[in-house]
């Protein structure tokens, strides 16, 4: 008789309970299929891998030895969590991972009970944890805080910020660091698994509190000499005593793909007394597939591929990408500019700023997850007479709104502002869409906000950014290819404040901040279809307006509609604001604004997240044509 098929464990397992029931000796194998698994899926769908292949044993020993979801499990940054979703039940919808109506890309809350934080920015989890874990104290409940955080996002100051504050958690917090990168670890092997397992076991502890306790009733000056030389002769052999400083008792570094050393020691860490704990695990990128383990980036972000070969799906041949525009137009200017430089945080091919790194080394800046840092870095550099690029994401840059506020707009210093993912993002979904730029940027004073509306504008306005010597001035453009317009051979310096019309019309007028003017165009054509004539004006600037332009093109036509990838607050609120003071708003102006509704959307194509925004040809048509029934009543609308 044939043997019975063979059932993969992963088919048994729907949720960590599952998991839980399996014996030590099962749990191998189960590691294997859920890297199998995770391996196929992103083949599929694309998304983050290497990271989370390096995060497989990890994330199946968590699950195994805490009661999640009431030990709450915080992954920092989220483009580790893949398996993570796979073991909490959502195995059934993992290829539809970054797409429209399917799963996030990253932990978030109303996803699942076991995603218990949303996080999609990195450096967050340890503050998060923290907070789990010192409610459950307040209120008597069981249930830790478990932060999951990669070497790379303690670069970060906010995580020590929160180690700083986690004594009050006692053994209710346990920080798992995830050091895959930095090779801030000694050698991992038998002798640092046996000693890991040795300090964390409850025998040592056990001692240790003894110990502890002894020293202080002898002598307070007795308790802390003994205490210092355990934490060091420790920290010796484990090279733990940085984090021991911090409040934390350390424990590592362990071998994070080898089951039968973390089983153990986060047993112990689990029954442990003494607290908080850090638990330094040594992982690699693209553990486990051979395409990944090769490759530079050990394929930490990938499209569709092959699962066997490992090919990617190559994107058809297009225009160049923003980035990379405004990268090579940089190289330019320092070319001819000594006093130009260029900042980035972590992020330097993602911000085009690699071409600068190769070409000028010295002049170029990656401060790491430190966005605060790096814009008062950029306001000294500024202050010195450098000329300073600080190149972020408009969604990252917000962690850094202080600074730009403090450092740099009320000391009118001239630090130039990169602002890449401007608008909706796609893939990304609400944590990364660069939503609020123009708004909490033209509200201050001294600042200068242009936004480019092909490469052929980036060109123009980066090289405008470098000779902008009176205060601070912000670029903004989008993610992924430009237009396909031809590049210019030499970048013209625009004038500030000063916007261009594109189409001549007399009846309808609409006006377009940054890359919606390509809608913008065919919407106008729509409407010469229909026989009203319409002019298309792209202002290049939300602050300073162009306040001839925009009067002239308000008291000519008979609506006028404003339209910008941005939240309210932008360019429709400056216009209108201009209108209402300059009285024109009297003369019975029909006026309609169009910019992102006042939600959070989720990951779906870019061209399908602005249709739902109602920003594309289509809405603006018909905003135009109910604006002409509008007979009477208010005679200023906004669009909702």
Request: aromatic content about 6%; proline content about 5%; overall charge negative.
């Amino acid at each position: 008789m044939a043997d019975a098929p063979h059932t993969p464990l992963l088919d048994t397992v729907l949720s960590p309970a599952d998991l839980r029931k399996l014996s030590a000796d099962q749990l191998r194998q189960l590691a294997d299929e859920l890297r199998a698994e995770t391996i196929s899926a992103v083949g599929t769908t694309g998304g983050h891998l290497g990271s989370g292949l390096g995060v497989v044993e990890l994330t199946t020993a968590i699950h195994y030895v805490f009661d999640t979801p009431n030990d709450r499990l915080v992954w920092d940054v989220g483009h580790q969590c893949y398996p993570h979703k796979i073991l909490t039940g959502r195995r059934d919808r993992i290829r539809t991972l970054r797409m429209g109506g399917g799963l996030s890309g990253f932990t978030k809350r109303s996803e699942s009970e076991y995603d218990p934080f949303g996080a999609a920015h990195s450096s967050t989890s340890i503050s998060a944890a923290l907070g789990f874990a010192v409610a459950n104290k307040l209120a008597g409940t069981p249930g830790k805080g478990i932060a999951v955080i990669g070497d790379g996002a303690m670069s970060a100051g906010m995580a020590y910020e929160a180690m700083n504050n986690a004594e009050q958690a006692g053994n209710r917090l346990v920080v798992i660091l995830n050091d895959n990168d930095m090779s801030i670890a000694p050698p991992v092997g038998g002798l640092s698994a046996y000693l890991a397992r040795l300090i964390s076991s409850s025998e040592y502890l056990g001692l240790r509190s003894l110990a502890s306790k002894i020293t202080r009733r002898i002598s307070s000056r007795m308790h802390k000499a003994a205490s210092r030389a355990e934490e060091y002769a420790r920290g010796m052999a484990t090279g733990g005593t940085f984090f021991e400083e911090l409040g934390f008792y350390y424990v590592g570094p362990i071998d994070g793909h080898n089951l039968d050393h973390l089983i153990p020691v986060l047993e112990n860490v689990r029954d442990a007394e003494e607290g908080p704990i850090l638990v330094h695990v040594v992982t690699k990128k693209g553990k486990g597939y051979a395409p990944a383990e090769a490759a530079a980036d050990k394929y930490h972000g990938v499209q569709k591929f092959d699962v066997i070969t490992g090919a990617q799906a190559k994107a058809p041949p297009g225009p160049p990408q923003y980035q990379n525009v405004f990268g090579a137009q940089l190289v330019k200017e320092a070319a001819s500019d000594p006093r130009i430089c260029a900042i980035t945080a972590a992020m330097p091919s993602g911000t085009g700023l690699d071409a600068f790194s190769k070409a000028y080394p010295e002049r170029f800046f990656d401060v790491g997850i430190a966005e605060q840092h790096g814009v008062t870095f950029a306001a000294g550099l500024a202050a010195q007479g450098m000329r300073p690029f600080c190149a972020i994401y408009s969604t990252f840059l917000q962690r850094a709104y202080d600074q730009v506020v403090h450092d740099v707009a009320i000391q009118n210093l001239p630090v130039r502002f990169a602002i890449d993912r401007a608008g909706l993002v796609g893939a990304d979904g609400a944590t990364h869409a660069g939503s609020f730029d123009v708004t909490y940027l033209a509200t201050l004073p001294n600042f200068v906000v242009m936004a480019a509306a092909d490469e052929a504008e980036l060109v123009h306005m980066t090289h405008t950014a470098a000779l902008h010597d009176s205060g601070p001035i912000a670029v903004r453009y989008p993610r992924g290819n430009g237009t396909g317009v031809e590049l210019p051979e030499t970048a013209i310096q625009l004038e500030i404040g000063k916007g261009r019309v594109v189409k001549e019309g007399h009846k309808v007028a609409i006006l377009s901040l940054g890359t919606r003017l390509g809608e913008a165009l065919k919407a106008a054509e729509i409407l010469e279809a229909k026989g009203l004539s319409t002019t298309v004006a792209d202002l290049r600037f939300a602050k300073p307006l162009d306040e001839a332009l925009i009067r002239k093109l308000l008291t000519t036509h008979e609506v006028a509609v404003t339209i910008e990838e941005g939240s309210v607050g932008g360019l429709g609120a400056h216009v209108l604001t201009l209108a209402s003071d300059t009285g024109l708003i009297d003369g019975g102006l029909k006026l309609r604004t169009m910019r992102l509704p006042d939600t959070f959307q989720d990951q779906d194509k870019p061209e399908l997240q602005y249709a739902e925004a109602g920003l594309d040809a289509d809405a603006i048509v018909e905003t135009v044509l109910k604006a002409l029934r509008h007979n009477s009543g208010a005679v200023v609308e906004a669009r909702a």
